[in-house]
């Protein structure tokens, strides 16, 4: 009896530990979401000294491919670290949803991290004029997806180290799994200025290493010199010179980031 209360206070010590420090429940609390019968687990942060009486912006986070699955830790991977060194610069919340395996920021998944921000913009106050959308790497094409299918939606957006895809290289199986908003646009002659002329008022930081070489930074420039020939007024395209495709630190180490996004205001949300 004895050995096993030992071997239980082990694996209990074990289990504590795998979800402690910097990936705490205190840190970044548990959530979950039901959509359409299927519960998603999230996890969330928000800065300690916020005032619980006034709104709060609120940033959506898609994370890249390689953090995929199901314990819902691994999405915090890409930002845990930067959080710690950022929380003074971080006024906003994060919602980090994960995204299954074997899939991508699409159709169910789409909708779990929808679901995910708009629960957590109802339980902590959060402004619905200062939605912020960001991701890396698949999470960044997930950006653009996501964008193009709610236009109206966010304040900003943030995709680093991504791209928008065009449909040659999708599987018909997976195809079928982009909103048709986003279908339409990627199948235009030229989808850098289709999906430029329907985000040509969002504000958008592109952030890209020039050494990528899992997703080239042509895509980068290109999307960027359409938005900026649509009009827009407020593109930011910052080129990591000597950087990978790892650039989601850089992406969000740099302070101008957050200095831009605190001016951000979605002009098209009147709530």
């Known amino acids: 009896m004895k050995r096993l209360l030992f071997i239980l206070v082990l694996l209990s010590g074990a289990a504590a530990c795998s979800d402690s420090g910097i990936y ?8 979950s979401v039901t ?34 699955g199901d314990d819902n830790r691994s999405q915090l991977e890409d930002l ?12 906003f919340i994060i919602v980090f949803p994960q995204c299954a395996s074997e899939t991508f920021w699409a159709d169910d998944m789409m909708s779990q991290s929808m679901a995910a921000l708009d629960q957590t913009v109802s339980e902590f106050n ?3 004029r200062r939605l ?18 709610f236009p109206t939606k966010f304040a900003a957006l943030v995709p680093v180290a991504g791209g ?12 079928a799994l982009l909103s048709p908003a986003f279908t339409a646009a990627a199948a235009a002659p030229d989808p850098y200025r289709a999906v430029a002329e329907v985000l040509r008022a969002t504000p958008v930081w592109i952030v890209h290493g020039a ?6 930074v042509e895509g980068a420039r290109k999307i960027a010199a359409a938005l900026k020939a649509a009009g827009d007024p407020h593109v930011n395209y910052v080129e990591l010179e000597g950087v990978g495709h ?15 996004l605190a001016e951000r205001r979605n002009l098209n949300n009147n709530k």
Do not use: C
């Open 80 to 91: 845990a670290e930067v959080i710690d060194a950022q929380q003074e610069r971080i006024g």
């Open 246 to 260: 790892g650039s989601v630190i850089k992406a969000f180490s740099d302070p101008k980031l957050y200095e831009w």
């Open 24 to 31: 705490s429940e205190k840190r970044f609390p548990r959530r």
């Open 211 to 216: 050494e990528d070489k899992s997703v080239p």
């Open 126 to 128: 959060g402004d619905p």
């Open 132 to 149: 912020y959308l960001a991701g890396f790497s698949m999470g960044a094409y997930g950006t653009w997806q996501t964008a193009v299918t």
């Open 164 to 175: 928008i895809v065009p449909l040659g290289e999708v599987s018909a199986e997976d195809r």
């Open 35 to 68: 959509v359409n019968g299927q519960t998603y687990n999230y996890r969330i942060y928000f800065p300690e000294n916020r005032d619980p009486n006034a709104k709060v912006p609120v940033m959506l986070y898609l994370h890249g491919s390689n953090r995929r």
